[in-house]
Nanobody
Framework: QVQLVESGGGLVQPGGSLRLFCAVSGSIFSHKAMGWYRQSPGKERELVAGIVGHGNTNVADSVKGRFTITRDDAKTTVFLQMNSLKPEDTAVYYC??????????WGQGTLVTVSS
């Protein structure tokens, strides 16, 4: 089994910054991709940013230039640096880890609230 533990969410004012962390542990036999989705009330879960095994990243247009995804050298921790936050960034952010094309694990989610 694979476990994902997220941290770093919270309340921040518009224009502020937060850094999300996701640590992956357990039966990590292989690694394909990891990253972040988010879900706001009444909306579908959407991809925020992902990083694949060889290091290429994919960032949603809505956060491009403001959010940066990175990971550690061991490929067991993924980070999401969020700058210039807007109220519309308010959501529960979920970390994911793809052990293969057919096997995805999810974290429990961390709430980010952008409000004055």
């Amino acid at each position: 089994q694979v476990q994902l533990v997220e941290s770093g969410g919270g309340l921040v004012q518009p224009g502020g910054s937060l850094r999300l962390f996701c640590a992956v542990s357990g039966s990590i036999f292989s690694h394909k991709a990891m990253g972040w989705y988010r879900q706001s009330p009444g909306k579908e879960r959407e991809l925020v940013a992902g990083i694949v095994g060889h290091g290429n990243t994919n960032v949603a247009d809505s956060v491009k230039g403001r959010f940066t995804i990175t990971r550690d050298d061991a490929k067991t921790t993924v980070f999401l640096q969020m700058n210039s936050l807007k109220p519309e960034d308010t959501a529960v952010y979920y970390c994911y880890f793809d052990r293969s094309i057919n096997i995805r694990y999810w974290g429990q989610g961390t709430l980010v609230t952008v409000s004055s």
